[in-house]
T-cell receptor, first 115, second 112 residues
Framework: GENVEQHPSTLSVQEGDSAVIKCTYS??????FPWYKQELGKRPQLIID?????GEKKDQRIAVTLNKTAKHFSLHITETQPEDSAVYFC??????????????FGQGTTLQVKP | GAGVSQSPSNKVTEKGKDVELRCDPI?????LYWYRQRLGQGLEFLIY????????KSGLPSDRFSAERTGESVSTLTIQRTQQEDSAVYLC??????????FGPGTRLTVL
């Protein structure tokens, strides 16, 4: 089955710097890759997602890149702010009429943005 | 509109007892998922419901775990004869037939 590895497990940056979190997946058939942000004690919230027919997607300070050949995708946060501090999870899924769309998650990255 | 809701928010139980967790999905969402999140870990898929189709139970860790859903409404996750390793946050998510999945606040289960 699908396996997702996420690195680093912790990341500390200064406010205003960029942060990059990387994930690799094992199942080349996976075609949907969301990123969730989870603040302490809160529910995971979707921040951005990408499908396998797209190589990059941006939303303001957040971007995701996908390399299908390498089975690798990354989250990029620019101009980080203290409120970006949270745990970030990547996930992979196989969408299609006969598939469940269940998400296989990475282990999470704790991002700390120092003011 | 209202998001996914779960109850109870916290549940403390003794080893060997049964517990029942509830999830109310977003109205109109046909797909419903249960995940488990152990402390400091990622989320693990447990079970998936889609309309009246047979559920995907491939993530359930043992036969002590079961779940039900009536149509496209409420779902309950039942853990029988709870063990200490069942202590975790149990998260429910719902979606339309296509993503994204929207998560509930979770139920924190503590087995003493």
């Amino acid at each position: 089955g699908e396996n997702v590895e996420q690195h680093p497990s912790t990341l500390s940056v200064q406010e205003g710097d960029s942060a990059v979190i990387k994930c690799t997946y094992s199942d080349s058939a996976s075609n949907y890759f969301p990123w969730y942000k989870q603040e302490l004690g809160k529910r995971p919230q979707l921040i951005i997602d990408i499908r396998s027919n797209v190589g990059e997607k941006k939303d303001q300070r957040i971007a995701v890149t996908l390399n299908k050949t390498a089975k690798h995708f990354s989250l990029h946060i620019t101009e980080t702010q203290p409120e970006d501090s949270a745990v970030y999870f990547c996930a992979a899924s196989l969408l299609g009429s006969s598939n469940t769309g269940k998400l296989i998650f990475g282990q999470g990255t704790t991002l700390q943005v120092k003011p | 509109g209202a998001g996914v809701s779960q109850s109870p928010s916290n549940k403390v139980t003794e080893k060997g007892k049964d517990v029942e967790l509830r999830c109310d999905p977003i109205s109109g969402h046909t797909a419903l998922y249960w995940y488990r999140q152990r402390l400091g870990q990622g989320l693990e898929f447990l079970i998936y419901f889609q309309g009246n189709s047979a559920p995907d139970k491939s993530g359930l860790p043992s036969d002590r775990f079961s779940a039900e859903r009536t149509g496209e409404s409420v779902s309950t996750l039942t853990i029988q004869r709870t063990q200490q390793e069942d202590s975790a946050v149990y998260l429910c998510a719902s979606s339309l037939s296509l993503p994204p999945q929207y998560f509930g606040p979770g139920t924190r289960l503590t087995v003493l």
